[in-house]
């Protein structure tokens, strides 16, 4: 939804932030320029203190940012918010891939990545559905140096989903091969116990069983 919002932005905000085709240009670049800086940086971030962690800050970043650009009245302010929100996207990407297949069985790990990734489909469908309804609104506030008007309460409306996310991911656990890879095993143990009630409605307990030189955990 965020990346393909500029589309429909740029002719309401022409006169508003005085765009001229270079502006516009960059307006429509600097999205994935913090993307490519984000990427980096958040998954960097990501393997240090968990997937889960990283994606409800960039959330929180990438709504907070989208907000504070509807109420931009400059070009640099707006364009500084672009970047800003594009780094938060950028580090969604990676981290969010990660999270979600490590979830995933072998075997239905490619069809569930590819289930995830229609949905970047229906996103754009969504915000095209969105800036139809609510763009073409004459509703506006005008005060001195102040303009609030239509474009920007679509952007204010396109941040509520990173809202929605940030909150809902507060109820899920972190990935389990993050934890095991940095030796949380109990932690770990919870996240599986947790999949298998949720799978099959039952409860599990694991005992760990000696056979010959190492121990292993087994379903009780």
């Not at 500029?6 to 002719?11: D, Q, R, T, Y």
């Not at 139809?132 to 004459?138: E, K």
Request: hydrophobic share 50%.
């Amino acid at each position: 939804m965020d990346v393909i919002s500029m589309s429909f932005i740029l002719p309401s905000a022409q006169c508003d932030l005085e765009l001229s085709t270079h502006a516009k240009g960059w307006l429509n670049s600097i999205i994935f320029i913090g993307m490519m800086v984000g990427a980096y940086i958040w998954g960097s971030i990501a393997d240090s203190v968990g997937r889960r962690k990283v994606l409800i800050v960039i959330s929180f970043m990438n709504a907070i940012c989208i907000v504070a650009s509807s109420f931009s009245q400059t070009y640099w302010l707006f364009m500084v918010l672009r970047f800003m929100n594009g780094a938060a996207l950028g580090g969604s990407g990676p981290v969010v891939w990660s999270y979600f297949a490590e979830f995933q069985p072998k075997k239905k790990r490619g069809s569930m990545l590819s289930l995830m990734a229609a949905f970047w489909t229906l996103g754009n469908l969504f915000v095209a559905s969105l800036a139809w309804f609510i763009i073409p609104s004459p509703f506006a506030i005008d005060l001195p140096g102040f303009l609030y008007n239509s474009w920007r309460i679509f952007l204010m409306v396109c941040s509520l989903p990173s809202f929605l996310a940030a909150g809902l991911l507060f109820f899920l656990p972190e990935s389990p091969k993050f934890l095991l890879s940095h030796n949380q095993h109990e932690k770990a143990m919870q996240v599986f116990r947790l999949i298998y009630s949720s799978n099959t409605g039952k409860r599990c307990y694991y005992v760990f069983v000696c056979t010959g030189d190492r121990s292993e955990t087994r379903p009780r």
